[in-house]
């Protein structure tokens, strides 16, 4: 019923900067809290950042200062600008939001995920 779409993954050098977007479609009556994550080869999927309907942010301390989460409400987009990238931050990045239905029903749904590598 609801379909995430990202992108502005890529290959950058390390100190570089990126941009992702999460651009949520369907039958969405609100969303309630957005999110990035990713995962690693061979490790665990890390919750990144979220933010939720009244704005307020969290970040996880390996990104927090680096990293920053915001939101186009009215387009249903959420988008994480990543700054100072290290090779450690090379990952799957995947996007996150929980949504009120037009059936009024509450869910969460996930991105494709889109690659992020960064070179030393």
């Known amino acids: 019923q609801v379909q995430l779409v990202e992108s502005g993954g890529g290959l950058v050098r390390a100190g570089g900067s990126l941009r992702l977007s999460c651009a949520a479609s369907?039958?969405?009556?609100?969303?309630?809290?957005m999110a990035w994550y990713r995962q690693a080869p061979g490790k665990q999927r890390e919750l990144l950042a979220t933010i939720t309907s009244s704005g307020n942010t969290n970040y996880a301390d390996s990104v927090k200062g680096r990293f920053t989460i915001s939101r186009v409400t009215a387009k249903n987009t959420v988008y994480l600008y990543m700054n100072s990238l290290r090779p450690e931050d090379t990952a799957v990045y995947y996007c996150?939001?929980?949504?009120?239905?037009?059936?009024?029903?509450?869910?969460?749904?996930w991105g494709q995920g889109t690659q992020v590598t960064v070179s030393s």
């Open positions: 369907g039958s969405i009556f609100r969303i309630n809290v």
């Open positions: 996150n939001v929980g949504v009120e239905s037009i059936s009024g029903l509450n869910g969460d749904y």
